[in-house]
């Protein structure tokens, strides 16, 4: 078994003092924190990591927040560190999250910076695989002023807009789209109340991406949770509002860590002096939210076996869209085959080991090309493209099927994967 990969990674501040790590967002690199170093290096070690392929971090790509988890712990571990803090945005907050539900004994305070407990949908961020495995990343590097900035921020600093686009342009794909394939699976809305670590959510009041809906799942899924909307602020808050972010961070660190018998060095919590609240011109933050409920435990099924893992595969092949229709279309005459499909087609058959999904779909799209099931045929293009298939093999693979199985039925399957191919690889944006 090879030993788990590390981070690319820099500190800063004084080596004897308790650290904090600070997680990126996808497609960025750790200057996204440029401007909070001054200040959190006057009373911790912090320490910033870059995720795979990012801002020139070797291309090892990590397909799960938890594996980009493991990775920050054995880079901690490499460096004798025990115990830290540790702010994240965006999937760097996925990553402080997965910390802290399956490692709490090593976070002593958490942040979580423009996050949610499931990032939009798994349909999306497949799409967006799709999408960088045919066109690059230039489509999603032109699209990123958007997505992270107001408007105004937007026209008021064209440098740094800049500098955002060329982040993302020099990313490598194959780490962007394995990065998505992480956020397209990360899902713990179920777990949150798991989480027990004082935590302070903070929301750009206009983020489209993680909206303050989604962070006010999160405060009213942690029991020791507040929340902090910043207003004038999308979703790279700390770059677009880095004072106010500075300021909170401070804050919840100096007062929030929690202590620890570890024997690390890191119990003695700097307390600076309270900072005066700014008016509110000054200080973009709101008011603290602090959760009423905890979100109700899952009822779980007590036949959770082949079906859900047929489920679980279904819609990461198919897309959650797809499978909700066919489901929503089944009633008492079809459901039991619906049912069967899941178990057998999805539960048994596609998540056997023997070959890898790629080969699955290659094999899915001539079985159905050959037969002239070509509206299974569109929805398994679909699946062929988010499973890693390129146009390109697509159209060999369909060549070859009129090659064995006859020109007609090729001659259809071109004209259904065609139009599919079109759909999905059009650049965002």
Known sequence: MSETKTLQYRTDGPEDGPVLVLGPSLGTTWHMWDRQIPELSRHWRVLRFDLPGHGGAPAHPAHSVADLAARLLATLDELGIERFGY?????????????????????????????????????????????????????????????????????????????????????????????????????????????????????????????????????????????????????????????????????????????????????????????????????????????????????????????????????????DAHVDHAQSLADEFTGDFDDFITRYAWGEVWTRPGIDRRTRSVVTLTALAARGHLDDLAAHTRAALRNGLTPTEIKEVLLHTGVYCGVPAANSAFAVAQRVIREETSPEG
Not at 88 to 103: D, F, Y
Not at 179 to 185: S, V, Y
Not at 232 to 255: I, K, M, W, Y
Not at 307 to 315: A, C, E, F, L, T
């Open 87 to 319: 702010a994240g945005c965006s999937i760097g907050g996925a990553i402080g999250a997965e910390l802290a539900l399956r490692q709490p004994q090593r976070v002593g305070s958490l942040a979580l910076v423009s996050a949610s407990p499931r990032f939009g949908t798994a349909d999306s961020f497949r799409q967006r695989g799709v999408v960088v495995r045919t066109n690059g990343l230039d489509p999603i590097a032109r699209a990123t002023p958007e997505r992270w900035f107001t408007p105004a921020f937007a026209a008021a600093q064209p440098a740094i807009v800049d500098w955002a686009v060329q982040m993302v342009r020099t990313t490598d794909p194959g780490c962007y789209i394995a990065a998505c394939e992480a956020l397209a699976a990360f899902d713990i809305r179920a777990e949150l109340s798991r989480i027990g670590i004082p935590t302070l959510v903070v929301a750009g009041a206009e983020d489209q991406v993680t909206p303050a809906a989604d962070a006010r799942v999160l405060v009213a899924g942690i029991a020791d949770a507040r929340l902090a909307l910043v207003p004038g602020a999308s979703h790279l808050t700390p770059v677009e509002q880095p004072a106010a972010v500075t300021d909170l961070l401070v804050r919840h660190f100096s007062s929030s860590w929690q202590s620890s018998d570890h024997p690390t060095g890191m119990t003695a919590i700097p307390t600076p002096p309270p900072k005066p609240l700014l008016s509110p011109a000054q200080q973009p933050v709101a008011e603290i939210a602090e959760p009423t409920e905890n979100p109700p435990e899952p009822l779980l099924d007590a036949r959770a076996d082949v079906y859900d893992q047929g489920i679980k595969v279904r819609r990461e092949v198919l897309g």
